[in-house]
């Protein structure tokens, strides 16, 4: 980056937030509306906490209820500024972490309502090298939100849709994100990324792109915006 400290840089500071990326969750939240009150998110690579904040004013009142987790290799302080009691943090790599270890940081174990990764690795510089560790972060995002709705996704013939009973456990969903809840996936732009879309879309209502205007020029990040998880399961 250039000395100059760029506009979303420097609203960042004005608006109290502890990092640029808020405005890359705003700008989902406005178009797609993800987060409601009373949601419980979970919040992959929560380091530094901007979108801790944002989903946080998302989710309402205290009166509403409501939570957000946030996970993230880097030990995280819950900022203070648009964070309340709803927002926690926990220090754990993602990819060695087992889904009944996440979903027990959820309410009452029965799952979140959004997903949120914008999990990304250390970038090395060599383009190819970062997409395919961004797409194994990204993989994991998928696995541990909707588990093996992942993999079954090609024999979808023999599946029936299922009501939402809250948990979704005694459906066999194996994953943390409950049925009609949200999913999004930073991922670094490559081949790789058709993957995703196609996993993706058979299992969500909706499955789309997404390059948001605070994302720096120079990068070739990318969110899929997963809406409405629709698990089926085998009579
Ligand atoms: C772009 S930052 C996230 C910014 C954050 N959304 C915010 O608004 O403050 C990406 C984060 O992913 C985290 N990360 C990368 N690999 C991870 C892993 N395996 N487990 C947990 N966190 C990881 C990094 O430590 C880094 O803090």
């Known amino acids: 980056m250039s000395g100059t400290p760029d506009f979303f840089y420097r609203e960042a500071q ?31 690579g929560c380091a530094p906490g901007a979108w801790l904040q944002v989903a946080c004013q998302n989710l ?41 270890q996440v979903r027990a940081l959820s309410p009452q174990q029965k799952g979140f309502s959004v997903v949120l990764s914008d999990m990304c690795p250390l970038v090395s510089g060599i383009t190819t090298r ?30 029936e849709e299922v009501q939402s009973d809250g948990s979704g456990s005694s459906l066999g969903i194996d994953g943390v994100l409950q049925p009609g809840g949200h999913l999004i996936i930073k991922l670094l732009e490559s081949e790789d990324v058709k993957e995703f ?32 998880f629709q698990y089926r399961v085998r009579e």
């Open 14 to 44: 004005r608006l109290g937030y502890v990092a640029r990326s808020a405005f890359k969750l705003l700008q989902i939240q406005k178009q797609y509306k993800i987060i409601t009150p009373g949601s419980s998110v979970l919040d992959l």
């Open 197 to 228: 879309s196609q996993i993706c879309k058979p299992i969500f209502r909706k499955a789309s792109w997404l390059r948001p205007k605070a994302t720096r020029s120079c990068s070739r990040e990318i969110y899929l915006i997963c809406q409405g």
């Open 130 to 159: 970062d997409a395919a560790l961004s797409a194994e972060l990204g993989m994991r995002a998928i696995d541990l939100a909707v588990g093996k709705a992942a993999h079954d996704r090609t024999v979808n013939n023999a599946f």
């Open 60 to 100: 309402g009142p205290l009166g509403k209820g409501g939570v957000v987790v946030g996970i993230d290799v880097k030990k995280v302080k819950v900022p203070s500024m648009h964070c309340d009691e709803r927002v926690t943090t926990v220090c754990a790599d993602v990819m060695n972490l087992p889904r009944e």
